[in-house]
């Protein structure tokens, strides 16, 4: 004979994950902090830094690199003003 009892309930227990009510979840302990945000119309120190790498074209993208300003393209690594560079292809007046 025998007849061990086999079946084990689990008892319902909460579950530590976030609930997401609406389908939005909020990541607990991340308080957005406001950061200052002015217009500043001077080249920042980053902005210096890109355009002694990549000339007085370059701007700091806001992030993490450096990128062309508008009306400039970016030509062996430097940043060149568009229209003033002999672009391949261009046509000689």
Same mark, same amino acid.
């Given at each position: 004979?025998?007849?061990? @009892?086999? *079946?084990?309930? @689990?008892? !319902?227990?909460? $579950?530590?994950?976030?609930?997401? &009510?609406?389908?939005?979840?909020? *990541? ?5 902090? &406001?950061? !200052?945000? *002015? &217009?500043?119309? @001077? !080249? ?6 890109? @355009?002694?790498?990549?000339? &007085?074209?370059?701007?700091? $993208?806001?992030? $993490? ?27 000689? *007046?």
């Amino acid at each position: 004979g025998g007849g061990g @009892q086999g *079946a084990s309930k @689990q008892a !319902p227990s909460e $579950d530590n994950e976030e609930t997401c &009510p609406n389908g939005v979840c909020r *990541a607990s302990g991340t308080s957005g902090a &406001p950061q !200052p945000k *002015a &217009p500043a119309p @001077q !080249p920042s120190r980053y902005d210096l830094m890109c @355009q002694k790498q990549h000339g &007085p074209g370059a701007e700091f $993208d806001g992030v $993490d690199s450096c990128r062309c300003k508008e009306g400039f393209e970016e030509v062996d690594g430097k940043c060149k003003e568009i229209g003033n560079v002999g672009a391949v292809g261009g046509r000689r *007046a």
